[in-house]
Nanobody
Framework: QVQLVESGGGLVQAGDSLRLSCTASGRLGRLFSSYGMGWFRQAPGKEREGIAC????????YWRDSVKARFTISRGDFRNTVYLQMNTLKPEDTAVYYC????????????????????????WGQGTQVTVSS
């Protein structure tokens, strides 16, 4: 039962922008507004890293320093979708990008703590490839 599906990846040049989408379905889709959501990426030969998250409820957000001021996470609960707007892309942003859902409360500054704990996110999408050429 597929519950999270990412889309929007592709091949772009340095400096370009992309918007990734992640849409929930099934039980997760019905309860989407109550889940915290995160975006992760995994570059070739590297570990998966959390880069941004957004809470349920007040939609508080957090970004890693590596993407701060370039990437924006947002969500449209009425569409069961979380977005990652990526601007001024760099070759080092090349990776497979994943979205994931968590039952943990990400409000009150807990985003970075849960983002560090991949196991805190119980449902994952299949990933979408982003390749940035120089």
């Amino acid at each position: 039962q597929v519950q999270l599906v990412e889309s929007g990846g592709g091949l772009v040049q340095a400096g370009d922008s992309l918007r990734l989408s992640c849409t929930a379905s099934g039980r997760l889709g019905r309860l989407f507004s109550s889940y915290g959501m995160g975006w992760f990426r995994q570059a070739p030969g590297k570990e998966r890293e959390g880069i941004a998250c957004i809470s349920a409820g007040d939609h508080s957000t957090y970004w890693r320093d590596s993407v701060k001021a370039r990437f924006t996470i947002s969500r449209g609960d009425f569409r069961n979708t979380v977005y990652l707007q990526m601007n001024t892309l760099k070759p080092e942003d090349t990776a497979v990008y994943y979205c994931a859902a968590t039952n943990f409360d990400l409000r009150g500054g807990f985003c970075p703590t849960v983002l560090d704990t991949l196991s805190g996110f119980g449902t994952w999408g299949q990933g979408t490839q982003v390749t940035v050429s120089s």
